[in-house]
């Protein structure tokens, strides 16, 4: 019995050594720690807003809602459904696994007291289209047919037709509950 006891606790102190190290490690692991996205939080554009260079700075870490946008979007208009193609097969900053963002997504970069574009001042984003409007992947509830759309110039939602010739922008994004686009 004492034996069983000895070898219970060598499990134990090995156990609590390996805990006891395991945040250090990570607290050195290389590359510097972004806090867990919390859409309750609202952070300045400084430090909201994060060039990641790790992906030839052709992406942006959103770290309220720990989404990544592309640095740049699509400066050409497109259908629904080649807006949607268009982000599934991009490629940016070495990374594939981008999609057509949901008009929640889209949505949170509005900043309401901003027009032209309608973003937080100081947002490290180039080559927004204000004029006109980005596609998201979300489908009108009410109408299957029709896609929700966001006005950057102002920030306010349009429809858009999914099967005819309507054409918007699109403006990928990594992370996040995705929409199966129907």
């Known amino acids: 019995m004492t034996k069983l006891w000895k070898n219970v606790l060598v499990l134990w102190v090995i156990g609590m050594g390996i805990a006891i190290s395991a945040p250090a490690l990570a607290a050195n692991a290389v590359g510097p720690y972004y806090a867990t996205p919390s859409w309750d939080q609202t952070l300045p554009a400084a430090t909201r807003f994060i060039v990641l260079t790790n992906m030839n700075s052709e992406a942006v870490l959103?770290?309220?809602?720990?989404?990544?946008?592309?640095?740049?979007?699509?400066?050409?208009?497109?259908?629904?459904?080649?807006?949607?193609?268009?982000?599934?097969?991009?490629?940016?900053?070495g990374r594939k696994g981008w999609r057509l963002p949901t008009i929640q997504d889209l949505a949170s970069l509005i900043d309401p007291t901003q027009s032209n574009p309608a973003l937080p001042s100081g947002h490290p984003f180039s080559k927004l289209q204000s004029s006109l409007y980005y596609w998201s992947a979300s489908t009108v509830a009410f109408d299957a047919n029709n896609a929700w759309g966001l006005d950057f110039f102002g920030g306010g939602l349009v429809l858009g037709g999914k099967s005819n010739n309507i054409n918007f922008y699109a403006w990928c994004v990594r992370g996040g509950p995705a929409v199966d686009p129907q």
């Open 62 to 93: 959103d770290r309220e809602t720990g989404l990544v946008w592309e640095q740049s979007p699509s400066t050409s208009t497109d259908s629904w459904g080649s807006a949607s193609i268009h982000c599934l097969t991009l490629s940016k900053g």
